[in-house]
Nanobody, 120 residues
Framework: QVQLVESGGGLAQPGGSLRLSCAASGNIWSINAMGWYRQVPGKQRELVAT???????NYADSVKGRFTISRDNAKNTVYLQMNSLSPEDTAVYYCNADIRAYLRGVTNWWGQGTQVTVSS
């Protein structure tokens, strides 16, 4: 079994910053892509950013230049540095990862989500 545990969400003022972390644990042989998605009530979950095991990153247009995704492969952890936050960034942020378990294939996993609220 695998767990993805997110942390770092909370309340930020417009123009402020937050840093999200997501640590994977459990039956892990290797981790391929990791990423962050977000969802607001009544809307579909949307991609924020992804990063490959080699460090290549991809961003939604709405966060380019403001958010930075990174990962520490030794710690099985992915980060999302969010700067210049706006109220439109308010959402539940979910961590996602493609994980290969020992003696098994690759499975996609989701974290439980962490709330980010941007408000003055």
């Amino acid at each position: 079994q695998v767990q993805l545990v997110e942390s770092g969400g909370g309340l930020a003022q417009p123009g402020g910053s937050l840093r999200l972390s997501c640590a994977a644990s459990g039956n892990i042989w290797s981790i391929n892509a990791m990423g962050w998605y977000r969802q607001v009530p009544g809307k579909q979950r949307e991609l924020v950013a992804t990063i490959t095991s080699g460090g290549s990153a991809n961003y939604a247009d709405s966060v380019k230049g403001r958010f930075t995704i990174s990962r520490d492969n030794a710690k099985n952890t992915v980060y999302l540095q969010m700067n210049s936050l706006s109220p439109e960034d308010t959402a539940v942020y979910y961590c996602n990862a493609d994980i290969r378990a020992y003696l098994r294939g690759v499975t996609n996993w989701w974290g439980q989500g962490t709330q980010v609220t941007v408000s003055s």
